[in-house]
């Protein structure tokens, strides 16, 4: 038989591979399982695996990763397309692919009408939540709908970290447990990086004094000066292309999937922003760029910096309220 796995979703392919796997007999299963990478693979190695005989089975499985994608139009691919009709029954080939697949390619079309072909794209929205709901009752816990919300605006879509995730959560509640958005809160973001952002709020939002309490217990807790200022750089970046989409009349998940980012930062985001006209926030971002090049020639140092720098928007916030 013949597969074909594909598409960025990691887990569900993995998780597919996996059942694969279970249909080989155990005791015998790495005696009847070889895996390939397909950039290095040559034509007539795969040939000798796929029609070895399977030892105490019925059948072998040989794997091959991205051989697809890096197989060259020409002699290899046309031998590979032959090939596919002559692979024995006693053979199961699966090629994995770990990105999207060139459907023109004369190997997928073949494998398209002759085998069993699975895309695993990432799941969003209401099917993304399904699919957590489902997980959690593998795990017997139950999942409010808050929480499963929640879990994804502080992770995003992908499902391995997901997975990882909820896993973690589910050991927490123990079996018949309930995990609650107060449950996410605690387990899923770090108490450092909780104060890192509520410090990046808090200045983004311009209160100015809580930043500069926010900012002190920061580093009095550890952190470093110079990984804060390139959190703020990043948020400062993240704020202005916000800024540019939200013009456009975009929704929140919408500017989350173009900018790479996980729709809660972009929901925060769209709130900030109505704190800065577009001149601000391009000053405050030269700020930044200013006091990074002092700090790398020597004329500054990164605390006194960031201390500076939140005075300035502190200052800012006083003369806008007067």
């Known amino acids: 038989m013949l597969y074909l796995l594909y598409g960025p979703d990691e887990l569900a392919r993995s998780e597919a591979l996996i059942a694969l796997r279970a249909r080989l007999p ?6 009847n399982s070889t895996t390939f990478d397909g950039r290095k693979l040559k034509f007539e190695t795969l040939v000798s695996a796929c029609e070895a005989l ?17 197989l060259q139009a020409g002699k290899e691919r046309d031998a590979l397309r032959a090939y596919l009709e002559r692979v024995p029954p006693t053979c199961d080939l699966v090629f994995v692919e770990t990105e999207d697949v060139d459907k023109r390619n004369t190997c997928f079309t073949y494998l398209k009408k002759a085998g ?62 309930r995990i609650t958005t107060a449950v996410v809160d605690l387990l899923v973001q770090d108490a450092q990086e909780q104060n890192l952002f509520a410090f990046i709020d808090d200045l983004s939002l311009r209160r100015g004094a809580a930043a500069l309490r926010g ?31 939200a013009t456009q009349h975009r929704h929140a998940e919408d500017i989350a999937a173009q900018l790479k980012q996980k729709p809660f930062v972009i929901r925060k985001a769209l709130a900030q922003i109505r704190n800065y006209q577009r001149n601000e926030l391009e000053r405050f971002h030269d700020r930044l760029i200013e006091y990074d090049q002092a700090i790398k020639t020597g004329r500054i140092q990164a605390e006194v910096a960031l201390d500076l720098l939140v005075m300035e928007i502190g200052a800012e916030e006083r003369h806008k309220g007067s």
């Not at 155990?26 to 005696?31: E, F, I, R, S």
């Not at 009752?137 to 709908?145: G, K």
């Not at 879509?157 to 959560?169: G, I």
């Open 26 to 31: 155990p005791d015998v299963a790495t005696l």
């Open 116 to 177: 069993q072909v699975s895309e695993f794209q990432p799941r969003t929205g209401v099917d993304l939540l399904h699919w957590l709901q489902a997980r959690a009752q593998a795990l017997q816990v139950r999942l409010d709908s808050a929480a499963a919300q929640l879990l994804v605006d502080y992770v995003g879509n992908e499902s391995r970290m997901l997975a990882t995730e909820l896993d973690k959560l589910a050991s927490y509640v123990g079996q018949k447990g």
């Open 215 to 245: 900012v002190r217990a920061l580093l009095a807790d550890g952190q470093a000066a110079p990984y804060i200022l390139f959190m703020l750089a990043r948020q400062v970046r993240i704020l202005l292309c916000v800024q540019e989409l």
């Open 54 to 70: 399977p030892f105490l089975a019925d059948r072998r499985l040989v794997i091959v990763y991205d051989a697809l994608k890096h």
